[in-house]
């Protein structure tokens, strides 16, 4: 059993103006967790209207979805207290005139001053998934047969139609915001771990990157656990949704070990076929088609069903298929999280959107 860790992160909004308020620290410093599992369940973000939370390690959906619901009430409560609410949106529906300062941090201020607008327009918030990995060599083969689907689960998880005040027309625009950053969107094939490795080196010794915490590619090697993370999905506005998403994630990393060790060969997919489909299922969502991982345009459904059926073996091993598979038409019967937005805009406008995304 692959072991697990979701992170998500979310956006402070003033509960009159739905504008996002620099209240991190007065949020962070009033959660009451109890137990606390560790140091970082709660952590800073980038700018100072986010705060980001993290699972401890998980055997299975269950546990991390206890988990998931324990720091997101921890996090709601001390919003309420600190009179903001957190909102589990993608990108913030609208914003104020004035950027949000950026959370004091040498990392986080240096970024500032090498790309200020990106750093002021960064109201994204995602979702990221961490599955252990055996080691680093295979955690390169499971990215590379990993990266077809990305662009299935950036259309599933779409939650960020609107910016400043608008609808985007895109179910992900979080996707397209994060497109602006030197190093981004679905990752490359990598011919082992020193290609991965020289690759990086190339980019930092080039200065395209500060760090190896500006690879924002969708699916990466962490640095600091030994996982693979993906990092394509927008946070979800409800944490069994979220479950869900961590489940196919894992689903996706037990199949791409089993297929490595029994020696199939990865799909192949061209690296500019692989991004317009991301941009398409960023735009579309599950509205139509999509570019399924042979490069096909198909219907939306049969793609996300020929994803079920990809990792239906490592899903029914981890004992997560019933909850998957119902969770999953659920989402093809109502609709992406971004659909639901727009329902909601189209309802009530951002009141309406308000109430949705800042619901524990």
Same mark, same amino acid.
């Given at each position: 059993?692959?072991?697990?860790?979701?992170?998500?992160?979310?956006?402070?909004?003033?509960?009159?103006?739905?504008?996002?308020?620099?209240?991190? @620290?007065?949020?962070?410093?009033?959660?009451?967790?109890?137990?606390?599992?560790?140091?970082?369940?709660?952590?800073?973000?980038?700018?100072?209207?986010?705060?980001?939370?993290?699972?401890?390690?998980?055997?299975?959906?269950?546990?991390?979805?206890?988990?998931?619901?324990?720091?997101?009430?921890?996090?709601?409560?001390?919003?309420?207290?600190?009179?903001?609410?957190?909102?589990?949106?993608?990108?913030?529906?609208?914003?104020?005139?004035?950027?949000?300062?950026?959370?004091?941090?040498?990392?986080?201020?240096?970024?500032?001053?090498?790309?200020?607008?990106?750093?002021?327009?960064?109201?994204?918030?995602? &979702?990221?998934?961490?599955?252990?990995?055996?080691?680093?060599? &295979?955690?390169?083969?499971?990215?590379?047969?990993?990266?077809?689907?990305?662009?299935?689960?950036?259309?599933?998880?779409?939650?960020?139609?609107?910016?400043?005040?608008?609808?985007?027309?895109?179910?992900?625009?979080?996707?397209?915001?994060?497109?602006?950053?030197?190093?981004?969107?679905?990752?490359?094939?990598?011919?082992?771990?020193? @290609?991965?490795?020289?690759?990086?080196?190339?980019? &930092?010794?080039?200065?395209?990157?500060?760090?190896?915490?500006?690879?924002?590619?969708?699916?990466?090697?962490?640095?600091?656990?030994?996982?693979?993370?993906?990092?394509?999905?927008?946070?979800?506005?409800?944490?069994?949704? *979220?479950?869900?998403?961590?489940?196919?994630?894992?689903?996706?990393?037990?199949?791409?070990?089993?297929?490595?060790?029994?020696?199939?060969?990865?799909?192949?997919?061209?690296?500019?076929?692989?991004?317009?489909?991301?941009?398409?299922?960023?735009?579309?969502?599950?509205?139509?088609?999509?570019?399924?991982?042979?490069?096909?345009?198909?219907?939306?459904?049969?793609?996300?069903? *020929?994803?079920?059926?990809?990792?239906?073996?490592?899903?029914?091993?981890?004992?997560?298929?019933?909850?998957?598979? *119902?969770?999953?038409?659920?989402?093809?019967?109502?609709?992406?999280?971004?659909?639901?937005?727009?329902?909601?805009?189209?309802?009530?406008?951002?009141?309406?959107? &308000?109430?949705?995304?800042?619901?524990?």
């Amino acid at each position: 059993m692959l072991t697990l860790g979701i992170e998500e992160e979310y956006l402070l909004l003033d509960p009159a103006t739905a504008l996002p308020v620099p209240l991190a @620290d007065e949020v962070r410093a009033a959660v009451d967790l109890d137990p606390v599992v560790h140091e970082r369940e709660i952590q800073a973000e980038l700018l100072q209207a986010q705060v980001e939370v993290a699972t401890p390690v998980c055997s299975d959906l269950a546990e991390a979805g206890r988990h998931l619901l324990r720091l997101r009430h921890a996090v709601s409560s001390a919003a309420k207290r600190s009179g903001c609410r957190i909102a589990a949106c993608g990108t913030a529906p609208c914003s104020g005139p004035e950027p949000v300062p950026v959370t004091i941090n040498p990392r986080y201020l240096a970024m500032r001053t090498r790309a200020a607008q990106l750093v002021d327009e960064q109201f994204v918030h995602g &979702m990221h998934v961490h599955v252990a990995i055996p080691d680093r060599e &295979m955690g390169v083969a499971v990215l590379n047969r990993v990266r077809p689907w990305l662009p299935v689960l950036v259309a599933m998880a779409g939650n960020s139609p609107l910016w400043n005040g608008q609808d985007t027309g895109f179910s992900s625009w979080r996707t397209v915001v994060y497109s602006r950053w030197p190093v981004s969107g679905p990752p490359p094939y990598f011919h082992g771990l020193a @290609d991965y490795e020289e690759r990086i080196d190339a980019l &930092m010794t080039a200065g395209a990157i500060a760090d190896r915490g500006q690879l924002y590619w969708q699916a990466r090697l962490s640095e600091r656990y030994p996982t693979i993370e993906v990092r394509c999905l927008d946070v979800q506005l409800r944490a069994d949704d *979220s479950v869900m998403f961590a489940g196919i994630v894992r689903g996706l990393v037990a199949t791409a070990l089993r297929d490595e060790k029994a020696g199939r060969p990865p799909t192949p997919c061209l690296p500019e076929l692989l991004a317009a489909a991301n941009w398409h299922a960023a735009r579309h969502g599950l509205d139509g088609v999509l570019v399924d991982p042979a490069g096909q345009r198909r219907g939306a459904d049969d793609v996300v069903r *020929s994803l079920l059926v990809h990792i239906g073996q490592s899903l029914e091993e981890a004992g997560d298929t019933r909850q998957v598979s *119902s969770l999953v038409h659920r989402l093809l019967r109502r609709g992406t999280p971004a659909d639901r937005q727009r329902r909601a805009l189209a309802t009530d406008g951002l009141k309406a959107v &308000m109430e949705l995304i800042a619901e524990p």
